[in-house]
């Protein structure tokens, strides 16, 4: 049976299914993969990987308009949201194409005492293993694929099963753009022969992933039994506080876009809206008619805010937590409906920190509104589940800005404001949100080999 398979969500057909890949092929490509690594990455410079890297992101540019339709099918992403997906990943790409250099020049020391001298320089670790999710297909993946193979690392990415489309493109860009065989390879692997063949194999020198908080703590395990670096960014449960606002429709619209972006299946989405008392009336009533005006249609049309979410299943499971919320004392402000995998937007409060609702994930266009008495009590609250990945916090008071991102228990704080992610900026969490850094120039030293050289004469 054909693990990869292409189901639209919004219309339920089926399309293309790709076979698994054999033990062999695996094993094969480790071996592609831990060649080029010998032949090309060590026998080119930053400067030419850059080179190519940035013909990545020219390619992806050129492209935009397939690589989005493609997403579109796979997981009913907005065709809007999908090509603005593809230039994201583009920026990526161009951006490490750009600043790899300068991020991995060599690092003075500077001695204590004795002659000589001493530096750093960072190189590659080898082959590299990414397991990536359905709901970025693109981004996913540029972010870890873009800094490594400028690194010099290689890389084996294995997507997921309901995107074999996406991934087959991705692997086709490289390939276009002059990467030799091997560089950059699509596996469609099944679960076993990651923990069975791929981790365990001792060419290969980390994996990076993306996804659920039980599939990293299972490959976090297979890994640290075969003492390879992990990267992982797992669930998030992000809070948006509002203490103060001089506009407070301005807060409105940007808590609103934080929680339906991607049809609200974003890891670091906003999913609690924590606010002050005094606004607590008036934010639940406009962001109530806001949200419920995003009305879910067809992903192929520009006007679409709101798509399906990923699959039939993910619509089940979403409304299955909906009622344990309803039925352990959460109030529904607005009621969401189903149809197939379209899933209308729902706001809830009153919601008790002794249910599932109150430190669960809702993975789709879900929102739970808190009331809070001060900072301190909404402080309280923001990190009083077991995820720490992003945070919003909206106010007037510089002092207080400062004052209140210190205490949240997050790996990024995003002040009066919502959708700032950008290439350069470090993307990820902390506790259960999972741990390592994406992005930025720290995304490019995570499996790097910061070697020491140190010369007498």
Sequence with gaps: MNKYTVTNPATGASGASFALATDAEVTDAIGAADRAHSEFSRGTSVTERAALMQRVADLHTERREHLAELIVREMGKPVEQALGEVDFSADIYSYYATHGEAFLADE????????????????????????????????????????????????????????????????????????PAGAYQNLYASSAQISDIIIPDPRVCGVSLTGSEGAGAAVAEVAGRNLKKVVLELGGSDPFILLSTDDLEEAVDAAVAARIDNSGQSCNAAKRFIVIDALFDAFVASFTAKMTGNVPGDPLSPETTLGPLSS????????????????????????????????????????????????????????????VANEAEAVQVANDIPYGLGSYLFTTDPEQALRVADQIDAGMVFINGSLLDGAELPFGGVKRSGFGRELGRFGIAEFANKKLIRILK
């Design 108 to 179: 003075p020391i500077e001695l204590l005492g004795g002659e000589g001298s001493a530096f750093i320089r960072s190189a590659s670790l080898g082959v590299l293993l990414g397991i990536m999710p359905w709901n970025f297909p693109y981004y996913q993946v540029a972010r870890f694929a873009g800094p490594n193979l400028v690194l010099g690392n290689t890389i084996l990415l294995k997507h997921a099963s309901q995107c074999p489309e996406s991934a087959a493109a991705i692997e086709t860009i490289f390939a276009d753009a002059g990467f």
């Design 312 to 371: 039939v299943g993910a619509a089940e499971g979403l409304e299955e937590q909906l009622q344990r919320a309803e039925a352990q004392g959460a109030t529904v402000a607005a009621r969401g409906s189903r149809t197939g995998a379209f899933f209308s937007p729902t706001v809830l409060t009153d919601v008790s920190p002794q249910s599932d609702a109150y430190r669960e994930e809702f993975f789709g266009p879900v929102a739970a509104v808190y009331r």
